[in-house]
């Protein structure tokens, strides 16, 4: 029997990916994935606008922005009651601080000479919530900068302008919304926080109290030690695996749905649990 194809982590532009809903699933199928979970950033909106039949096993998933020790961190739940009033609420919560935060950029943009870009970002982004891509496309279109990379390494990056870190719920707030909705709360691509081995252990530690059971073992295309790091975590932690290529538009050659190596056979899934 041919291998299942999961991929638990991709975004559309119910907040900063470039397909509708509906383009990430006949996109996702093409590319013969078989489970999908769409994890927008602080939303679920793409679950309000699906078609009749997915053609795929969905799970309902969210990508939930905190911060911990200062640092920007994410949190995926998944198979979650999109319908639960306490996830709802936080998710509401959050969208609030995004807008507030949206602001806050704005403001620091301006500042330092870049005329007022807030009305440009909210259009972009129309009903998503405004994130920093729709800043770096708005540096990008007016000339600022040659790329989105350049973007966020020059204003939008970890130190610089556009990094406003407070506002998000704390880490055991968005984990126990996904716990009361039914999830299972996933730390989110783990070596992208650029955090010492130590430092991510103490992240767990407090992860794990709060509720989380599970961890990104596999996200995108990575290097063989940081599955072997990654897999260590999840077995030290009691955490269950999960893989995703955290997509967010066909551009990205290097990571497109279900595009990154497999989970090995005997660790125990995040999709065992639902
Ligand atoms: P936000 O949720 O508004 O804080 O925006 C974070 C999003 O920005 C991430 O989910 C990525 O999609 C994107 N992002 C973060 N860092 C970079 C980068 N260096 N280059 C391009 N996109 C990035
Ligand atoms: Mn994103
Ligand atoms: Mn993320
Ligand atoms: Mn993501």
Known sequence: MNRMIVDLHTHTNASDGSLTPTELLDHARQLGVDVLSITDHDTLGAYERLPE?????????????????????????LNVDRHSPALLAGIQQQKEARLERAGIIAHRLTRIGIPSPLAAVAAMAGDAGIGRPHFAQHLVDIGVVKDLRAAFKKYLGAGKPGDVKDGWASLEDVTGWIVAAGGIAVLA?????????????LMLDDFVAAGGRGIEVISGSQQPDVTLRMLALADEFELAASCGSDFHSPDA??????????????????WEQW
Do not use: D
């Not at 039949?53 to 739940?77: C, D, F, K, Y």
């Open 53 to 77: 039949n997915p053609g795929l096993q969905l799970i309902t998933g969210v990508e939930l922005s905190t911060t911990w020790a200062g640092r920007g961190v994410h949190i995926v739940g």
């Open 189 to 201: 691509h783990p070596v992208k926080y650029k955090m010492t081995t130590s430092k991510l252990r």
């Open 253 to 270: 050659a290097w990571s497109q749905p279900g595009r990154f190596a497999p989970l090995p056979a005997q660790v125990p899934k995040v």
